[in-house]
């Protein structure tokens, strides 16, 4: 005999979802946190316009412009024309092209190998960091004096050094022969240590187990640094070399200070103090825009058509 069944509730009806309270005052928090990083963001935006996009449009402006007598005209190429037409463009160019190549053999392999050497220590590294990293902690103009005073033909230490081995005082600043590998030498010794701690740090992410098995293969220390670090920093590497023609060809402080901007018979004129020129000594703003374009366009070429060829490269 079957057991008798018990009769079934219905069930019970769903429940709607329970709302949870909203906590007052988080949306103003929300509003008030937003309205702070908007407010930062607008701010860094109205700087970079104020002093870098303003100056490059009215730069772009000026480069087709003319002022005379307080009056501005459109000028159309002229200004572009008188540029190119000037001897002294060519000449800034020249030394221009001959610091960067100079730099580049310094500037560029120098902080390279003073890094390398750098890492190979195991003690006192973070006070070689920043004995290496204290020149670019002076002041710009206090460092190209000081090398001003290494220079100098009479006292200076240069010429000291080289009269312990008998070698005739040079005329650093004054021949047209030094005045450019001097100003090189100045300008490396100012950034090297920015470089240096930069490579430094990429140094320090190579995986040990890379040189352990180089060393396992009877490679030497030029074949570890050209096999294995120079390839695992080389993204790196292209980074600062790019980074280092953009600045070589923007200088200005070191030739200025050392040899008053063009040195002797022009050997050490370049493009920026060209531009300094026109613009402060010959009241040529057209003309000095007009060489900052022509600078600018340049740069810009070279900056694209470099990043397209490292691209080109990875894949």
């Known amino acids: 005999m079957s057991a008798p069944t018990l009769p079934t509730s219905p069930p019970a009806p769903a429940r709607a979802p329970r709302r949870l309270p909203v906590q007052r005052g988080s949306l103003a928090r929300a509003v008030k946190r937003n309205l702070s990083a908007h407010g930062f963001l607008i701010g860094a935006v109205l700087c970079f316009s104020f002093f870098s996009w303003y100056p490059m449009v009215r730069e772009f402006l000026l480069a087709f412009q003319k002022n005379k007598d307080g009056r501005t005209t459109w000028a159309g190429w002229s200004n572009l024309s008188y540029v190119f037409n000037d001897p002294a463009f060519w000449q800034a160019w020249r030394n221009t092209l001959l610091f960067t190549g100079l730099a580049l053999v310094l500037g560029f392999a120098v902080p390279f190998l ?98 352990e098995a180089a060393e396992l293969d009877g490679a030497g220390l030029w074949r570890k640094i050209w096999h294995v670090t120079i390839p695992q920093t080389r993204l790196i590497l292209s980074l600062m070399f790019l980074m280092q023609i953009i600045a070589t060809m923007q200088v200005f402080t070191e030739p200025f200070l050392l040899t008053n901007g063009a040195g002797p018979e022009g050997s050490t004129m370049t493009v920026v103090y060209l531009i300094y020129q026109y613009a402060f000594n010959f009241n040529n703003y057209g003309g000095a825009a007009a060489l900052g374009l022509v600078l600018l366009v340049l740069l810009a070429g070279f900056s694209a058509v470099y990043v397209r060829l490292s691209r080109t490269q990875e894949d």
């Open 114 to 211: 003073v890094a390398i050497l750098l890492n190979e220590f195991r003690h006192g590294q973070g006070y070689l960091r920043m004995l290496v990293y204290l020149p670019v902690m002076l002041p710009p103009v206090a460092s190209v004096l000081l090398f001003k005073y290494f220079y100098d033909p009479g006292y200076g230490l240069f010429n000291r050094i080289l009269g312990i081995f008998g070698i005739p005082d040079q005329q650093w600043l004054q021949s047209t022969n030094t005045a450019m590998i001097s100003v090189v030498i100045a300008a490396t010794w100012m950034n090297m240590g920015g470089a240096t701690l930069i490579y430094l740090a990429a140094l320090q992410g190579i995986p040990g187990e890379l040189y």
